[in-house]
């Protein structure tokens, strides 16, 4: 969808939008607009249960249009994240309405004035996120169960200032649609071998990319990435995506990601229920390749690095079995006692990779790495783990400034003991109780003390039901997080 701004105004004809505030009452251009109407829009509201509360939208049709009615409460908690909400709500009332375009009046009232380009922007940025399609397997959609609704205009005071925070915020929102993409894609398209395609295509972007296949894997001594896709006839790959935005010899950021492309749970294979939703465990490489996405198409004026191990877990003749022992890139040996948890395997070799080329300022891997996860916090909020508390508390900040809730958990010593193995230096389960924790110490043992956060996305991931700028399907939870907690800054030197 198309998204631009213009100065403050309506429209002579068209939809449009207009802001209420409780009790029904119409702001300035509100009024105007229901005289030229004849009172229909007063008339609608005291016909309706509608009164200007947070969110609550009424449509009335009019010869120049439809006119949504949007309700601003008392009008005092309209901040950026609440008028992403907005511009979602609005696209969803409109998308299938037959509306073309819309004019979303964004008035200021009383004395919120202050930064109402930026809220403007993310007005339309919630749109843009709404508006997310993945229909290209879809043979026999006709116009009418498509959107009609293609352009929304934003009439705001500040329209030039709007647009060009926008212009950066679109980046953004191109990181998350990348994301959704692919976890939306299904594994017979997307193998490791075309996930790293696909990041190739990026170089457009200005990212270096580099693709390592498995004899260069096999030379590093990548074994426990490597065992995971033994069982599936598709190759592993890594992938490395460099952005240089920032000075020479200024540390990188690193961001690591789980690209199980699918998980059947190998020899140790998992109940038929459900399986399907397996297509969503390259989850965390996704989200790290939607953000270095947006990094590069905003031209953050940073160093980064994405790094993300793809495989196939699948079951074979030749896939590896509980009780296998292989030896990581570290040196450190796993017992593998359940081929299910192979998702810590591909970050063991991944993060160890990437703080001992790259050395990063720190480092943060994504992944759905854990059921438990899920059951610990549910759908809504990403439990993560960290050795360092400055970035436990930064990560936290972004993710309540973008509306990603991010919720720390512990580690320790006590949990670690958990995986000690009789055979190897450690085995790759510990019992059922603390599977999330358990699941962040194994991977600690292999980020050589660097400052480290592991994000545990099982629940976040996906999102089943639709939320105001989430569409159902691959959710690119974590693109947006990620890049406040970069525009944030963080001491590389
Ligand atoms: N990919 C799964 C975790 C997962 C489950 C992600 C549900 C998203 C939704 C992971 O590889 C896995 O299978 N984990 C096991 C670990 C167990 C064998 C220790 C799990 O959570 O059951
Ligand atoms: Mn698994
Ligand atoms: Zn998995």
Redesign the pocket.
Known sequence: MEIGFESLGVPANGAVVIGVTQDRTLLEHGQALDESLGGLLTAAMANSRFTGNEHQTLTVASARGQVVLYGLGDGSKIDAMWCERAGGTIFGELSMSGAEQVTVIFEPHGDDASGIAARAAHLGQGALLKSYRFDKYKTKLEDKDKPSLAKMTIATPEADEATSTFDDLSHVAAGVFLARDLVNEPPITLTPVEFARRCEALGAYGLEVTVLDEPAMEALGMWTLLGVGRGSVAESRLVVMEWKGGAEGEKPLAFVGKG?CF?T?GI?L?PAGGMD??K??M?GAAVVTGLMRALAGRKAPMNAIGVIGCVV?MPDGDAQVPSDIVTSMSGQTVEIL?T????RLVLADALWYTQDKYDPAFMIDLA?????M?VALGKSTCGFFSNDDTLSDKLTDAGTAVGERAWRMPLGADYDKLIESDFADMK???P?EG?AIT?ACFLQRFVNDKTWAHMDI??V??EDKGKPTVTKGGSGWGVRLLDQLVRDGWDAS
């Open positions: 199980v998980d749970g140790s998992k939703l397996m969503m465990d989850g877990n359940n299910d948890a192979e998702g759905t790495l854990t059921g438990a899920m790759n389960v510990g059922r599977g699941a099982a629940g991931a996906w």
